[in-house]
């Protein structure tokens, strides 16, 4: 068995879950400013599931327009835009209600330890997905000889 990863990551996949990504933060943002603290987590749920039916029917719909097609990763794609779309702001949400529990300081000490890292993979990669311009990859530097990476 051969994967395509040109079909399974390619640009298509990315807008996607870009789109749809965005579209759900803009959704979870509004239902977490103006909802009730109660029905907060019930709302964003409807919402996800409002938003993954309607990101399938549209491929449904796509395979009954000329010259388009409807792809199964493409509602998988939008399915995990949706969720990272909706879970960003239930998160802070959770966190600014929560703020003084001992999970979420330890994530908060976690996310300080982790991000350094993600950055210094970047740096790292051998295979590089991003190329940095030199001022950027100076600055990185500083920041990974600072942290003692």
């Not at 991000?115 to 100076?138: A, K, Q, S, W």
Request: glycine letters at 6%; a neutral charge; aromatic letters at 12%.
């Amino acid at each position: 068995m051969e994967l395509n990863y040109d079909v399974m990551f390619g640009m298509d996949k990315q807008m996607h879950l870009i789109s749809y990504g965005v579209i759900s933060l803009v959704v979870g943002i509004f239902i977490v400013l103006l909802s009730q603290e109660q029905t907060v987590k019930q709302r964003i749920s409807v919402a996800w599931v409002v938003l993954v039916t309607v990101g399938t029917v549209e491929e449904y719909r796509q395979y009954m327009t000329p010259h388009r097609s409807a792809e199964f990763l493409d509602a998988i794609a939008n399915l995990f835009g949706v969720t990272i779309g909706l879970v960003v702001p239930l998160l802070i949400f959770c966190m600014i209600k929560y703020r003084n529990h001992f999970v979420f300081k330890l994530f908060a000490i976690y996310s300080i330890v982790l991000i350094p890292l993600f950055l210094g993979l970047i740096y790292f990669n051998e295979r590089p997905f991003v190329i940095l311009e030199e001022p950027t990859r100076e600055n990185l530097r500083n920041l990974l000889a600072m942290v003692g990476l």
